[in-house]
């Protein structure tokens, strides 16, 4: 339908509106000391796999439209009594082939235990003890050079990527604070009751390891808040081993806060209750909401004091430590590049980025030379792009995206002071540590953009005049890409099928009508998508869509009404529904809600946390303990109040 011609024939005259959308006041173009656009030469470049003759990278598109991004371009829609609409667009980019899911993980094609043996039956797939749980691969053991030295100090280090270090154990009593069923059965294999078990306690905790590993801490570099900030690495992290699980796919398992290593820096190597618990719940809300992201087996917690300065304000206060088993496909970070080229370090990289790619990147591994390279950043740029764009659909907001905390496999990585949007604020900060905004929910695609200009630095040394020439094409694409994605992921939030100005308007509008009357971002798109189109027309919307009447309040609320029913039939409403409440949460992990069961671990209480991680699986469906939590109620008063840091 045409949905301007419906307001012609309505008799409905918007005013002249200009429009800066979400999160965002600040043109998403990149530019060069001169001022002009970095994809002004459009000169087009396919790498091709001369075997297969399949086109892997197109680094443009010459005549292509660029998708208008709300989040990170000034977006000016100047909505005249024509109709007619304007859209201030700038620097087209490039387009970069997508990276397979597939390539997250080693795909072996059939299911088999530790041990490499082919299983039959799921149920005897399933260890009930770690005795004859092992870890299967040992490729970053013995692939790479290794800390020569065995004494575990902080120090600087060179020439390797791990150093082996022990965790520390937990001097008191430790106590199971939640577990992940769907983490350890269909990932680790192991039986659901297996959390029963003392020597499942001990490994979790990092009191015991197994013998057939030893423990590793990764060495990494990194900018943060956009400077280098030299070492980094593990400074309370132990990677425990590489898991080949019955489908096939390798993981990382990795304990946070066990202890002192090399890279501890000023630390104590510990983390606390209140970061430990937002991290389990983070890694397992966002797999749940389709996003990207390392995964989170258990949480302990014990009594073993843990100081810390949570306001660096100079009044430190005790706490009680925490540990994490958290795992991911690989715990690689642009930091990890970063670092060896840092140090000139060139043969290092270029072994650590050959097993980067041949691990993780299939349509990189089968071309030679440094189209490899190109490839895999291409896949990376890419990637990233469309992560971002996940974050930004639910309202999230990581808050620390260093380089040392962005995955090079795009996963959402690093749980820290992150948070989900309530009321609509295009200039969110979750973090109370970041004073200038600079990883503000609006900024995440700039901030993102300059971490890989700086892996693209990094493989400086592999590449030739040439390549790099075309890595800064392939980074100029990054623009088109989140854009396009995004804004995809917005017209499927409104279950709006058309690419147009039309649905473009509609997405703009309704933002700024969220902006001004400060509407709660997650409840708006949830209560859209359960109203039904006639209440919604007839501007009858009932008390307890308390989102939407707040959002009733805007100017042009009416205007946006018509406009957006006018684009269903009478018996689209039922699917309409539907599709919209597949992609828009009824839950998200909101500050408060973490606040709430944080203060109940600290007293070992722990039914709070298991029933907030138990609704965040499925964070799509009503669930009636949620709503008796007020889970999907207007925040209390008190959560603007909540303040989150880098302390943890």
């Not at 980019?93 to 899911?101: L, N």
């Not at 430190?316 to 690689?332: G, Q, T």
């Not at 948070?419 to 200039?427: A, I, K, M």
């Not at 992990?589 to 499925?618: C, K, P």
Request: with cysteine; aromatic share 10%.
């Amino acid at each position: 339908m045409a949905a301007y011609t419906y307001n012609q024939n309505k008799g409905v005259s918007p005013k002249s509106v200009t429009v800066y959308t979400i999160f965002s006041l600040y043109l998403f173009s990149f530019r060069d000391g001169n001022g002009a656009c970095a994809t002004e030469d459009r000169s087009c470049l396919h790498y091709v796999d001369e075997k297969s003759e399949n086109s892997l990278i197109q680094t443009c598109r010459p005549g292509s439209s660029t998708a208008v991004n709300p989040y990170t371009e000034q977006w000016r829609l100047n909505v005249r009594p024509k109709s007619t609409i304007d859209i201030a667009l700038h620097c087209p980019g490039i387009v970069v082939a997508e990276k397979p899911a597939e390539a997250l993980a080693l795909n072996l094609n059939e299911n088999v235990d530790s041990n490499g043996n082919v299983i039959s039956n799921l149920n005897q797939s399933l260890f009930e003890g770690l005795e004859e749980w092992k870890f299967a691969s040992k490729k970053l053991l013995y692939d790479f050079p290794s800390d020569k030295q065995d004494r575990n100090f902080v120090r600087t280090v060179s020439g390797v990527v791990f150093s082996k270090v022990n965790p520390a154990p937990l001097s008191t009593e430790i106590k199971l604070a939640v577990s992940s069923g769907e983490v350890l059965v269909d990932i680790l294999d192991l039986h659901p009751d297996i959390i029963q078990s003392e020597f499942f306690l001990a490994f979790v905790s990092g009191n015991t390891y197994l013998s057939n590993y030893e423990p590793l801490a990764h060495r990494y570099g990194g900018h943060q808040f956009g400077s280098w900030s030299g070492q980094l690495g593990d400074g309370r992290a132990h990677l425990l081993g590489e898991y080949v699980n019955r489908k096939g796919e390798r993981w990382e398992l990795q304990l946070k806060g066990s202890g002192l290593t090399p890279y501890s820096r000023r630390g104590d190597g510990r983390a606390v209750i209140r970061s430990s618990v937002r991290e389990f719940l983070a890694s397992e809300a966002m797999h749940h909401l389709g996003i990207a992201t390392t995964r989170a087996a258990s949480l302990v917690v014990s009594n073993d004091p843990v100081w810390r300065d949570q306001f660096y304000d100079g009044n430190p206060k005790r706490e009680r430590a925490a540990v994490v088993l958290r795992m991911a496909p690989s715990w690689f970070r642009i930091g990890s590049l970063e670092i060896l080229t840092k140090n000139n370090e060139f043969g290092l990289l270029r072994q650590l980025t050959d097993f980067i790619i041949d691990q993780y990147f299939p349509e990189a591994a089968i071309l030679e030379g440094e189209d490899r390279f190109l490839q895999f950043y291409a896949s990376v740029v890419s990637s990233t792009a469309k992560m971002v764009a996940q974050w930004m659909a639910v309202g999230f907001a990581h808050g620390v995206m260093n380089t040392d905390n962005f995955s090079i496999l795009s996963l959402t990585i690093d749980y820290g002071p992150f948070g989900f949007l309530d009321e609509y604020d295009p200039g969110f900060v979750p973090n109370t540590s970041d004073d200038e905004g600079m990883y503000a929910i609006g900024n995440q695609a700039t901030a993102a953009h300059f971490n890989l200009a700086k892996l693209r630095e990094a493989l400086l040394p592999l590449l030739s005049s040439e390549g790099i020439l075309k890595s800064q094409r392939i980074l100029a694409g990054f623009g088109d890409i989140h854009s396009n994605n995004l804004m995809g992921l917005f017209r499927k939030k409104l279950a709006l099928e058309e690419d147009s100005e039309t649905t473009n308007y509609l997405i703009a509008l309704l933002l700024k009508m969220m902006e001004d009357t400060r509407s709660d971002y997650t409840m708006t798109f949830r209560e859209l998508s359960e109203v039904p189109l006639s209440d919604l027309a007839s501007l009858d919307i009932a008390g307890h869509y308390w989102a939407l009447r707040d959002l009733q309040e805007a100017e042009e609320f009416t205007e946006w009404v018509h406009l957006y029913s006018g684009q269903f039939d009478a018996a689209e409403d039922g699917p309409r529904r539907q599709k919209m409440q597949a992609v828009n949460p009824r839950y998200v992990l909101r500050n408060w809600m973490a606040q709430e069961v944080i203060s109940e671990v600290e007293e070992d209480i722990f039914n709070g946390l298991q029933r907030l991680h138990r609704i965040l699986e499925n964070p799509f469906t009503e669930q009636e303990e949620a709503e008796t939590q007020g889970y999907s109620s207007r925040p209390p008063a008190w959560a603007t109040k909540l303040k989150v840091s880098c302390s943890s």
